[in-house]
């Protein structure tokens, strides 16, 4: 896997609404933070801007936005302005040519998961980190000085640890494979697409984080990981954040999430709750594509991800 080159004081960064629209107010303490660390940030107001309905602009404009980016020799990284709903529309469109030839990373998480993949596929390492509109009031101090390092390509290793809850469904095991994850809705839409996980050859770190869904949908959608093969594939299984969920009042699901997870997912791979990545505050940066070892002992888990 390819490494992108890092993002240094003076480098050029594209500001790109490929999902749901953006204002200006949403944007600016990212500005202000980009221009702390000395990048140069380039986004076109009328297109950075624009709408149609809930969408950051028409599936052509958006498209076209990140295309040019995606082909730009000099742009060092492609910064997505935040999720919602929208990159299922382009993800199937996007020509990879330029971006093979002029690799550059590709930083966001929750809607931008198809297009993160998108960029492994290519070879390429991805960011599954904050969209811009988290940055950097948004997300813990640890989680951006974390962002940092790896942008700066400080050191050849870069590690997660946390501690077992006793509400957290585990299972203790050692694997290794190649990181892989993103936001569960849009992972159930990649199954029987060329971006499916078992396209694979090796079996990959699974990890899924959710956000703002009903138990009952939660439970779906991951048994549906489970029955498109998903999980049989994967070396082993990372739950991040799942937050703001709801059931219904006269007939509640009667499940908690760690009894979704252990039901739906099997018991054959090492299995972990309580990954600091999601739409929370210590959101971590994970680097998509890249080789990692995961530890689940009794007490706690450990991700090692290597360059």
């Known amino acids: 896997m390819i490494w992108p080159a890092p993002v240094e004081r003076g480098s050029r960064i594209a500001l790109v609404a490929a999902s749901r629209r953006v204002r200006p107010g949403e944007v600016r303490p990212f500005l202000d933070f980009a221009q702390l660390q000395g990048w140069k940030v ?43 709903y929208g990159s299922s529309r382009l993800w199937a469109s996007v020509d990879w040519a330029g971006f093979r030839r002029y690799p550059k990373w590709l930083i966001g998480f929750s809607d931008t998961t198809p297009l993160l993949w998108g960029a492994v596929h290519q070879g390429v390492v991805a960011l599954h980190a904050p969209v811009a509109t988290y940055l950097p009031h948004r997300t813990h101090t640890e989680a951006v000085n974390a962002l940092l390092r790896l942008l700066r390509a400080e050191g050849n290793t870069y590690h997660l640890r946390w501690a077992r809850r006793p509400a957290y469904a585990w299972r203790v095991g050692v694997a290794q494979g190649a990181l892989m994850g993103g936001n569960l809705s849009l992972l159930q839409t990649l199954c029987g697409t060329p971006l499916d996980l078992r396209s694979f ?6 990890f899924w984080e959710e956000v703002g869904e009903y138990f009952y949908r939660l439970d779906r959608m991951s048994w549906h990981l489970r029955n498109a093969g998903w999980y049989a594939h994967a070396a082993a299984l990372l739950i991040g954040d799942v937050s703001q969920l709801y059931d219904e009042e006269e007939a509640p699901f009667g499940r908690t999430v760690a009894q979704i997870v252990r039901e739906s997912t099997g018991s054959t791979t090492p299995l972990a709750m309580g990954l600091p990545v999601g739409h929370c505050e210590r959101n971590y940066p994970l680097p998509l594509g890249a080789t990692a070892e995961l530890t689940v002992g009794e007490g706690g888990a450990e991700l090692v991800c290597r360059r």
């Open 42 to 84: 380039e986004y076109d107001r009328a297109t950075l801007f624009a709408a149609e309905g809930t969408l950051a602009g028409s599936d052509a404009l958006r498209l076209q936005v990140l295309q040019e980016a995606l082909d730009a020799p000099t742009v060092r990284a492609i910064w997505f302005a935040r999720g919602g």
């Open 201 to 206: 050859t090796q079996a990959p770190i699974l």
